[in-house]
């Protein structure tokens, strides 16, 4: 899963950009020196995990807890459940305690990670049971999208993937809503008669490990935290991949693992790696970051309540990992031993479907909530709460000037601040086109095809400039099949490349059926998406061929410095060109050909072949594509054979209901003419 480090390889550019542009690459590694600094980076670093996750618009709710059958063995009690945690949303869960307990007794919140069958996984089973045979009451809960509460109930469910990803764009990430279901887990032990509030814990291995990490360091009444296998770097991330609920969008900028560690303290952290792991959990990784969080640990006196215990396996959740666990919960929830092994007893897991809530999905009530349902629901409220169109044009001008700022800074992760060095130009003779290398950013280069126009055919200077990319690879064969039919009408073409695609495209392979995975993960965490990096190059090359028609070097074609500028994408690339053309005045046209321009579709349409790095975190909050076409008004925009997150093209009838706040927008201009829709070039007269 890991792209190449070959410095040679093109393909690797990209992911060595990414890590030194890891805000954690370029600031101090040390952790802070006094208790007020502490204080003040912990706090920064609580207010961004808040904004991240969306923790403060979830509105509350009763947990209205429904207990739906028990199963009885000799020493302890299965109990199967559902609470809500946020309105119309109910979490699966099963509950363990001990059968004859005196008094209220330590809790354990256990979360899954990726077995196969979730929270009644054998393997889950297993620490629950023992627990709860050791006399802790415990509870075990399916996490959003898994389980009980996916799309297809049964051993193999996968949350992650695009439909995983496509959370991100109403601003609800998969790893948030695990943290608001966990904290109410916690809610719904404390308010159990059995539980003391005073003596509760949390524990889960691989993803589980990571909702660990988020949990401890943000709900306090959990006294001791044990992550499995889910602790390295958050660094290490940009170098592999991994599961969509363990990306915290911008994470990088204002976080590492570290700091999540410091906050657990002053209570019990006990981590635990295997010595043959991924790189993000592995020990290695995973010492580093407690290095940093220690000396919080031992300025606050509890030196002791932090320990790193590594076992020799691979990922997992084995016996002596959970023997660790239950010597560190007795120690500091029931102060019994040192913390040290407690052999484990015996525990049988029970047959899944015993434990299941639901025989099936259909007998699954409607608020046991998938992810697609989820996505829909809260994408189409956050449209909802986006003003109509003006009635006039200076209102909108007034508003698209926010909205651009706000896209710009919280969505695409911030745009040019300078123009790019000037390009390097050569000629291939060959080809017969010049060649041209961009630097849009320190250490990516971005090369481009420059052909002029056929002017055998059509007389005169140039009609105008054609900037042109697509996701596949460009060289100068593909300029020439471009282009052709634009040179022939007198346009001249430069097909260019965007980072991350064709040849530039890290040597990942698919994840979940998803080509570009890793990638867009790692812009996400480092709150730079690669829609906004593909906005940021297409920037890049207007100013750069807008400085070469300007004062073009001797070997290069004159042309009118006043020249029309066109994008042209295909696929995601024209969604970016679509963007981009909203920050660069100098381009008089947009032409995006088989681009994804609808996120949001009604009745609502799978997540299934859309590039994942055309999700950028908090989209919708300022629209859908259809209404984000408005910031081009009135410049010509022609869409053709549009496409939604199915890759399937969408009828004109519904495109048309997509673009209607465009198409208001363009009518205060009185040129609604020039925002076209169409099924095929043909029917619009491109070239």
């Known amino acids: 899963m890991r792209a190449t480090n070959d410095p040679g390889s093109p393909g690797a550019a ?277 290095d940093y969080a220690r000396p919080r640990f031992e300025r606050l006196g509890v030196g002791d309540r932090v320990r790193h215990v590594t076992v020799d396996s691979g990922h997992d959740y084995n016996q002596p990992m959970r023997e660790a666990l239950y010597g560190w919960l007795d120690r500091w929830l029931r102060e019994r031993g040192d913390g040290g092994p407690v052999p484990e007893p015996e525990a049988r897991p029970e047959d899944p479907a015993l434990l299941r809530c639901f025989a099936d999905a259909e007998s699954r009530p409607a608020s046991v909530v998938t992810i697609p ?9 956050r449209l909802a709460a986006l003003p109509d169109p003006p009635d006039h044009r200076q209102a909108w001008e007034a508003e698209a000037v926010t909205i651009k700022a706000g896209l710009a800074a919280e969505v695409l992760g911030g745009l040019p601040r300078s123009s790019p060095p000037r390009p390097r130009i050569g000629f291939d003779a060959a080809g017969g086109c010049w060649t041209i290398a961009m630097e849009p950013e320190p250490g990516l280069s971005l090369a481009g095809y420059f052909r002029p126009p056929d002017l055998g055919t059509v007389a005169g200077t140039p009609r105008g400039v054609v900037i042109q990319t697509a996701e596949q690879g460009v060289d100068a064969e593909a300029a020439r099949e471009w282009g052709s039919s634009w040179t022939r009408s007198g346009y001249a073409t430069c097909a260019v490349e965007l980072r991350a695609l064709g ?53 290069f074609l004159a042309i009118p410095a006043n020249v029309p500028l066109l994008l042209h994408g295909r696929g995601a690339t024209g969604t970016a060109a679509i963007l981009a053309s909203a920050y660069a005045p100098r381009i008089d046209a947009v032409i995006a050909e088989g681009a994804p321009v609808r996120l949001v579709a009604e009745p609502p349409v799978a997540w299934t072949q859309s590039r994942m790095g055309l999700i950028a975190p908090n989209l919708l909050k300022y629209g859908d594509l259809g209404r984000l076409v408005s910031l081009i008004a009135p410049r010509r925009l022609v869409v053709v054979r549009g496409v939604g997150t199915d890759g399937a093209t969408v009828p004109l009838q519904d495109l048309e209901a997509s673009f209607a706040h465009a198409r208001a927008i363009y009518g205060l201009y009185d040129a609604n003419l020039k925002l076209v829709l169409a099924s095929a070039r043909v029917d619009v007269g491109l070239p």
Request: with cysteine; hydrophobic share 45%; net charge neutral.
């Open 503 to 555: 040849r530039l495209k890290p040597e990942t392979p698919a994840i979940a059926g998803v080509l570009d995975h890793n990638e867009a993960e790692w812009g996400v965490w480092i709150g730079r998406p690669l829609l906004g990096q593909w906005v940021f190059d297409f920037l890049q090359w207007v100013e750069a061929l807008a400085g070469l028609i300007a004062a073009p070097p001797a070997s």
């Open 373 to 381: 349902e989820f996505v829909h629901r809260e994408s189409l409220a």
């Open 14 to 290: 990209y992911g060595a950009f990414i890590r030194r542009s890891a805000p954690s690459a370029r600031r101090p590694s040390g952790s802070p020196s006094t208790p007020e600094g502490w204080e003040e980076r912990l706090r920064s670093v609580k207010d961004g995990l808040r904004s991240s996750f969306s923790l403060a618009i979830i509105p509350s709710c009763d947990l209205a807890p429904e207990v739906l059958g028990v199963v009885e063995r000799a020493d302890y009690v299965i109990e199967r459940l559902t609470f809500q945690s946020r309105p119309g949303v109910r979490v699966t869960a099963n509950l363990y305690r001990p059968r004859n307990l005196e008094a209220p007794a330590p809790a354990v919140l256990c979360v899954h990670g990726h077995w196969a069958w979730a929270r009644i996984d054998p393997v889950v089973q297993t620490r629950c049971i023992a627990l709860a045979r050791l006399g802790y009451v415990c509870l075990c809960v399916d996490a959003f999208g898994a389980g009980e509460r996916a799309v297809v109930p049964g051993p193999g469910t996968y949350h992650g993937g695009l439909m995983g990803a496509s959370l991100w764009a109403a601003g609800v990430p998969l790893v948030g809503l695990q943290v608001h279901d966990n904290r109410r887990a916690v809610d719904y032990l404390v308010s159990r008669p059995e539980v003391d509030p005073t003596r509760l814990a949390i524990t889960g291995a691989s993803g589980g490990g990571n909702q660990t990490l988020y949990a401890g360091a943000l709900d306090d009444r959990l006294k001791a935290v044990v992550p499995v296998c889910g602790v390295g770097t958050l660094e290490a991330y940009l170098e592999t991949a991994c599961c969509v609920c363990e990306v915290n969008p911008a994470g990088l900028s204002y976080a590492t693992t570290g700091d999540l560690l410091a906050m657990v303290a002053p209570r019990a952290l006990l981590v635990v790696s295997a010595s043959r792991d991924a790189p993000q959990f592995s020990a290695k990784e995973a010492a580093k970051s407690l």
